[in-house]
């Protein structure tokens, strides 16, 4: 007796850590992106401003230069308040004059603004004969700090002298207001994101469990399989035992003329045979769903088959009463297949008709169309309703009713033999009115295929198979 190994389900620790690893860096990659992308958004921005400012700052000299040499804040104040009038972004123009090597205010765009002015940046210009600029957090008149960009350039008259210095004010606020903006909604972005992310992969996780069930499921279902084979293979020997000793014994004289240990044995006979069916039956679909299955495919004349069939059950179909007739065609319907298979094919569908026809015939014929033999099995038995005909191929599907339930059967033979039908490139279907019969039609592609006078021919009877 073998033992089974024990299934033991136990959370995988190896997928626990990489479920942990992915939770954690996938939402962190997102921010990341988010956090390098706005990064790299104000720091081209901010180029760009202070490219914008030293632009308009060499703008604004030039158009100062005439006013600064003469020297006048008179002259000066019209032409800066217009400048800050017309360019909201300039929030104070500062206009410094040499005096004596030093730079003294001359006039500002208004007495309101409050001077920022840089005298390291101003020196820096002055001496280096440059625009310069730097960024600062002021408060220049609006109330509240804003970023502003400090630019100081040394302004010449028409011959080249440096006649006195600007300082422009630009104001970064607006651009600022959109970058915010843009901050806040990509901020907003990203957490929506990281919710949604998170969720996902919790999800995802959750499939990760099924998955892992469906691989022990599959383990269990395969030690399943390990074991009903195991146990029908144990199963066989004492079934095939008993058959032999109550053989033998109703054989012995001395049983033989005692009718209830004649009885008994009978029942032991044919409740061991059903037994047998049984066994054979899940060892079958064992087989077929292990994929053990194999097939000795070669020609056969599907005629001889079918003889044998009929021969075997001729006996149980006369003594129900039964009419048993096969239409054998007069020249031979080779088929490719497996000839035990086949033969068990239509053993079970011969076999069904007499256990479900209590009265009338089982007609068997062929039909040779399209290249392929289709071969009928008709009865005038309890027939087949529309549902359950649609079912009918499944494991382990029996139909009870009143006409049926006596009927000893598994409910395997015809997904067995609809599985073989399948894996020797044939099909099976059936037709049926409840009460009247029913009509199962094999198709296998043929190699005569030819059309065909139909004989009839009385089949000789022979003992079912062991
Ligand atoms: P079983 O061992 O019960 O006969 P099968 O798989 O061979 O199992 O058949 C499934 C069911 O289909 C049977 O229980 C029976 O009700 C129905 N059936 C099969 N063949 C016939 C038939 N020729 N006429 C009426 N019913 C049938």
Known sequence: MRFLPKIIISPDISQFVYAVVV????????????????HSVQRDTDYELNNKALLTESAVALYLQDKIASNSAAILQPALNGLVKDMPDIKAIEVFKVNQDDLTPLTTTSPTTKSVTDPILNKLAWSSDNAYSKQIMAEVGSGSPERIWLVASPVKDKQGKKVGLVDLYLSAAEIDAISNRTTHDSLIILVG???VTLLLLLNHFRFFEISILFKKLNEIDKLKDDFISMASHELKSPITVIKSYASVLTENPAIAADQEAN???SIIYQSSERLRTLVDDILDVSRIEQKRLTFKMADYDLRSI???????YL?????KGLKLTYTIDAIPLVISCDKDKAHQIFSNLVSNAVKYTPSGEISIYHQIKDGKVRTFVKDTGVGISKENREKLFSKFYRIYNDKTQDVPGTGLGLWITKQLVEKMNGQIS?????NQGSQFVVEFPS????TLEPQTTPPVAKPPRA
Do not use: C, G
Request: hydrophobic letters at 55%.
């Open 23 to 38: 939770i954690i860096l996938i939402p962190s990659l997102l921010a990341f992106n988010t956090l390098f992308l706005l």
């Open 193 to 195: 994101t990281m919710v």
């Open 263 to 265: 009885r008994y044995l």
């Open 306 to 312: 079918i003889n044998e069939v009929v021969a075997e």
């Open 315 to 319: 006996p149980q179909a006369q003594s």
């Open 430 to 434: 059936v037709d049926s009115i409840e």
């Open 447 to 450: 190699k005569s295929a030819k």
